[in-house]
């Protein structure tokens, strides 16, 4: 996942913001807290609908989360709330 984030066309900040949240998530699962981990990814999951529920640009603008990478991250972050479960 943090490949996946590390290769989308975003802003230095929003990239470390993203690996930030995922390792958080990452070491919560880890440390057994599968249920703060499970809100942590909703809170994720939160900002990508959002982003998925505005309109289209007319002009695309570079460094912005556009809607098909904000649904990859979504599809992923579904994936793995599932293999918690």
């Given at each position: 996942m943090?490949?996946t984030?590390d290769?989308?066309?975003?802003?230095?900040?929003?990239?470390?913001?993203?690996?930030?949240?995922?390792?958080n998530?990452?070491?919560?699962?880890?440390?057994?807290?599968?249920?703060?981990?499970?809100?942590?990814?909703?809170?994720?999951e939160?900002?990508?609908?959002?982003?998925?529920a505005?309109?289209?640009?007319?002009?695309?603008k570079?460094?912005?989360?556009?809607?098909t990478?904000a649904?990859?991250l979504?599809?992923?972050?579904?994936?793995?709330?599932?293999?918690?479960?």
């Open positions: 943090r490949a984030i290769s989308l066309d975003l802003t230095a900040a929003k990239i470390k913001a993203f690996d930030t949240r995922v390792d998530i990452i070491k919560s699962i880890q440390k057994g807290k599968v249920d703060k981990a499970k809100l942590k990814v909703d809170k994720f939160t900002v990508l609908k959002n982003k998925l505005k309109p289209d640009p007319k002009k695309v570079p460094k912005k989360l556009s809607k990478d649904q990859t979504l599809d992923m972050l579904n994936t793995l709330l599932d293999n918690l479960n």
